[in-house]
C-alpha cells in the first residue's frame, strides 16, 4: 500500500513539471496556429518561414513608402533637371579676332621644318648653290608645292642679289613677302555669312570623309554666333546618323537649332527643310553639312549637285566651302579637285593644320585650287578655327619658336 502511494506522488510530480514546463511554450507560440498542427519544420521548411523575416520590414508601414519616394527620385525628375541644367549652359565663344595668332604656337611642327630649318640655312655667310637647293627642299617637304616652291625661291635669289640683303633677318624678310606673295593677300577671305535680299544666307560645307565638316560646321556656328549672327544648321550628312547626333552637341553647346532628318533620308530634303527653317524664323544663316563619301565620284557629284539645286529653290547659296585635312597634303589636293567639279566651291577650311610639319600646304592648295583659303583648323578644341590671314601664317609659320 505505502508502495502504491509512492507511485501516486511520484506521478503527481511528474504531472506538475510536465505543466510547469508545457505552459510557457504553448504561450510563447505566435499568433494563429498554421492549418494543422504539423511535425517539428524541416531545416528547408524553416528556411521558407524564415526567409520572408527579414524581407518583411521592406513591406512593412515603415519601409513601405521608402521605395515609393526613391522611384521618381531615381527617374524621371532626377533626370530631367539634369538635362534642363545642361541645355541651358550655352557657351560664349572665344572672339575670332587675332585668334591666329593666339594659335600660333599650334603651328610648332610647322614652324620646326620652315622656321628653324629655314633660318639655319639663311644664317649661312653665304648662300651658295646648294644652300638655294636646300632652302627649295625644305619648301618643298613642307608640301608648298613644286611649281610654287621654284617661283618663291627664284623671286627670292633674284631680290638677295638685287639689294645685296645679306643678313639672315634680311633674307628671312624677303623669303616671308614671297611666301605672303605666293598666298595672294588681295583674294577675299571673308565668309558671306550675312543675309541677302532679307534671307538668311546659306552656306554648304563639303569634302570627304573626316576631314572635319561637321567639327568645322559647329566651329564656325561658334564663330558666327561670337560675331553676332543668329545660325540654323542642317545636318544633311544622312548617311552616318552619329554625324546629325555630333552637329547637334555642337549647336546646343551655343544655343544653335538643328534640323535633321531619318538616317539614310534624302540629304536635298533635309538641306531645303534647314533653309527654310532658317527663313521662318528669321536666321541670319543656314549652315549645312554634307556626306562625303567618296567611293563614287558620279554619285557624290550627282548628290552634291542635288543638295545645291534644290537648296537653290529659295535662293542662291552664298557660300559653298571645301573643308580639306591639311596631313593629307598633296593626295588632298586630288580630292580635292572631283569637289570643285561638283560643286561651285568658293573657299577653302583646311583643317588640322596643327597635325602637321606641312603647313606649306596652304600655299599649294590656294595655287592648285584657285579658291581662297578662309579658315584654318589648328585643333580639336571648340574655338580652334581661325580666320587665315597670310601675313600672320607666314610670321607664324617662320618664327623660330616651335
Ligand atoms: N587636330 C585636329 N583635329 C581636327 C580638326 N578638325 C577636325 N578634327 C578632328 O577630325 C576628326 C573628324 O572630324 P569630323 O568633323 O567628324 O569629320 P567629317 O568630315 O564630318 O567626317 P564624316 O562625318 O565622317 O564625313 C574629329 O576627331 C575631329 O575632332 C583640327 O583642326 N585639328
Given at each position: 500500500?505505502?508502495?502504491?502511494?509512492?507511485?501516486?506522488?511520484?506521478?503527481?510530480?511528474?504531472?506538475?513539471?510536465?505543466?510547469?514546463?508545457?505552459?510557457?511554450?504553448?504561450?510563447?507560440?505566435?499568433?494563429?496556429?498554421?492549418?494543422?498542427?504539423?511535425?517539428?519544420?524541416?531545416?528547408?521548411?524553416?528556411?521558407?518561414?524564415?526567409?520572408?523575416?527579414?524581407?518583411?520590414?521592406?513591406?512593412?508601414?515603415?519601409?513601405?513608402?521608402?521605395?515609393?519616394?526613391?522611384?521618381?527620385?531615381?527617374?524621371?525628375?532626377?533626370?530631367?533637371?539634369?538635362?534642363?541644367?545642361?541645355?541651358p549652359a550655352v557657351e560664349t565663344p572665344a572672339p575670332t579676332a587675332g585668334r591666329l595668332v593666339r594659335l600660333r604656337a599650334r603651328l610648332s611642327r610647322?614652324?620646326?621644318?620652315?622656321?628653324?630649318?629655314?633660318?639655319?640655312?639663311?644664317?649661312?655667310?653665304?648662300?651658295?648653290?646648294?644652300?638655294?637647293?636646300?632652302?627649295?627642299?625644305?619648301?618643298?617637304?613642307?608640301?608648298?608645292?613644286?611649281?610654287?616652291?621654284?617661283?618663291?625661291?627664284?623671286?627670292?635669289?633674284?631680290?638677295?642679289?638685287?639689294?645685296?640683303?645679306?643678313?639672315?633677318?634680311?633674307?628671312?624678310?624677303?623669303?616671308?613677302?614671297?611666301?605672303?606673295?605666293?598666298?595672294?593677300?588681295?583674294?577675299?577671305?571673308?565668309?558671306a555669312a550675312s543675309p541677302v535680299d532679307g534671307r538668311p544666307a546659306t552656306l554648304l560645307v563639303v569634302g570627304v570623309n573626316g576631314a572635319g565638316k561637321t567639327t568645322t560646321c559647329g566651329k564656325i556656328a561658334r564663330v558666327l554666333i561670337a560675331d553676332g549672327h543668329s545660325v540654323v544648321l542642317g545636318a544633311a550628312d544622312t548617311f552616318r546618323a552619329a554625324a546629325a547626333d555630333q552637329l547637334t552637341t555642337w549647336a546646343s553647346r551655343v544655343g544653335a537649332e538643328v534640323v535633321r532628318g531619318p538616317e539614310g533620308s534624302d540629304p536635298a530634303s533635309v538641306a531645303f527643310d534647314a533653309v527654310k527653317r532658317g527663313i521662318d524664323v528669321g536666321a541670319d544663316t543656314v549652315l549645312i553639312d554634307t556626306a562625303g563619301r567618296l567611293q563614287n565620284k558620279v554619285g557624290l557629284m550627282d548628290e552634291l549637285g542635288k543638295v545645291k539645286r534644290v537648296v537653290e529653290k529659295h535662293g542662291p547659296v552664298s557660300e559653298t566651302l571645301l573643308v580639306l585635312d591639311a596631313t593629307t597634303g598633296?593626295?588632298?589636293?586630288?580630292?580635292?579637285?572631283?569637289?570643285?567639279?561638283?560643286?561651285?566651291?568658293?573657299?577653302?577650311?583646311?583643317?588640322?593644320?596643327?597635325?602637321?610639319?606641312?603647313?606649306?600646304?596652304?600655299?599649294?592648295?590656294?595655287?592648285?585650287l584657285g579658291i581662297p583659303v578662309k579658315l584654318v583648323g589648328l585643333g580639336e578644341g571648340a574655338d580652334d578655327l581661325a580666320p587665315f590671314d597670310p601675313t600672320q601664317f607666314v610670321d607664324a609659320l617662320l618664327s623660330d619658336a616651335g
Open positions: 500500500m505505502e508502495y502504491v502511494v509512492y507511485i501516486l506522488i511520484l506521478l503527481g510530480v511528474v504531472l506538475v513539471a510536465g505543466i510547469a514546463f508545457l505552459v510557457p511554450r504553448l504561450r510563447r507560440r505566435p499568433g494563429p496556429p498554421s492549418p494543422g498542427p504539423e511535425a517539428p519544420p524541416s531545416p528547408a521548411a524553416r528556411a521558407s518561414v524564415e526567409a520572408p523575416a527579414p524581407v518583411r520590414p521592406a513591406p512593412s508601414p515603415v519601409a513601405e513608402p521608402a521605395p515609393e519616394a526613391e522611384a521618381p527620385a531615381v527617374e524621371a525628375p532626377v533626370a530631367e533637371p539634369a538635362t534642363s541644367v545642361e541645355a610647322s614652324q620646326g621644318l620652315l622656321g628653324q630649318g629655314l633660318l639655319t640655312l639663311l644664317s649661312r655667310d653665304h648662300l651658295d648653290e646648294d644652300a638655294w637647293e636646300e632652302i627649295e627642299e625644305s619648301l618643298i617637304t613642307a608640301d608648298v608645292g613644286m611649281e610654287a616652291t621654284t617661283v618663291i625661291v627664284s623671286r627670292l635669289r633674284e631680290k638677295v642679289k638685287v639689294l645685296g640683303a645679306r643678313t639672315p633677318d634680311d633674307v628671312r624678310a624677303l623669303l616671308a613677302e614671297e611666301l605672303v606673295a605666293a598666298l595672294d593677300p588681295q583674294l577675299d577671305r571673308s565668309l598633296q593626295n588632298g589636293l586630288e580630292q580635292a579637285r572631283v569637289f570643285t567639279e561638283a560643286v561651285e566651291v568658293t573657299g577653302v577650311v583646311l583643317t588640322k593644320l596643327d597635325g602637321t610639319a606641312k603647313g606649306g600646304i596652304v600655299i599649294a592648295v590656294q595655287r592648285k
